[in-house]
């Protein structure tokens, strides 16, 4: 006797949970200078991290600190009106 599977019975893992989205990944590369390659090094020793990890977290420390002011600017463009901003009181009215 053959048993029919549901679509979302293939979708999930282990114990009958849901996979979750793979995460995607891309390759990035740059160049640093000796001396600066020993300095981080250095500092992987004394923290007790690998150099990997090291670019990474400053990476992520980096992006979630823009992030909020690349929203703003985003929010605020300069083509927008400024239809309810106030206008400064003139005492001399110029026709």
């Known amino acids: 006797m ?3 599977h549901s679509k979302s019975r293939k979708n999930k893992g282990k114990g009958g ?3 979750r989205p793979k995460v995607k990944y891309c390759k990035v ?3 640093i200078s000796e001396k600066e ?3 981080l090094l250095r500092f992987c020793e004394r923290d007790n991290i690998a150099l990997k ?3 990474k977290k400053a990476v992520r420390l980096y992006v979630k600190e823009r992030s909020e002011q690349l ?3 985003e929010e605020l463009s300069e083509n927008q009106l400024d239809l309810f901003k106030p206008i400064p009181y ?3 009215l110029n026709f």
């Open 71 to 73: 929203r703003k600017e």
């Open 37 to 39: 390659k020993n300095e």
């Open 29 to 31: 590369g740059f160049s």
């Open 2 to 4: 053959a048993t029919i």
């Open 90 to 92: 003139q005492t001399k």
């Open 17 to 19: 949970k849901p996979q």
């Open 53 to 55: 990890a090291l670019y």
